[in-house]
Nanobody, 125 residues
Framework: QLQASGGGLVQAGGSLRLSCEVS????????IGWFRQAPGKEREFVAA????????VYADAVKGRFTISRDKAKNAVYLQMNSLKPEDTAVYYC????????????????????WGQGTQVTVSS
């Protein structure tokens, strides 16, 4: 089970921190990813982190502004979002895979069988 939280309304240039609590079957996840979906657009990759090594990967659109991290003790993954832009407005989802995912597949939604319910992020200009 994945529970995403932390979304909200923020002005451009502001920051938000999203949290994804991992439990149940997904507590043995090998990788956790964040995706987002804006109205009328396809779901897109944001960032991912390998649970055991903390190796991360980011979409070019958020590189340098967003940071993904994980806390093993709390079974949680975080997405720190800084310098937010109106184009970051979307519903953000965390997703998990309990199977190993090769590096080249981390950016694809189909690599993640488990999904949380999403949290809305709105950035005003």
């Amino acid at each position: 089970q994945l529970q995403a939280s932390g979304g909200g309304l923020v002005q451009a240039g502001g920051s938000l921190r999203l949290s994804c609590e991992v439990s149940g079957r997904t507590g043995s996840s090998s990788v956790i990813g964040w995706f987002r979906q804006a109205p009328g657009k396809e779901r897109e990759f944001v960032a991912a982190i390998r649970w055991d090594t903390s190796v991360t990967v980011y979409a070019d659109a958020v590189k340098g502004r967003f940071t993904i991290s994980r806390d093993k003790a709390k079974n949680a993954v975080y997405l720190q979002m800084n310098s937010l832009k109106p184009e970051d407005t979307a519903v953000y989802y965390c997703a998990a895979s309990v199977s190993r995912v090769i590096q080249s597949a981390l950016k694809f939604a189909r690599a993640y069988p488990y999904w949380g319910q999403g949290t809305q992020v709105t950035v005003s200009s």
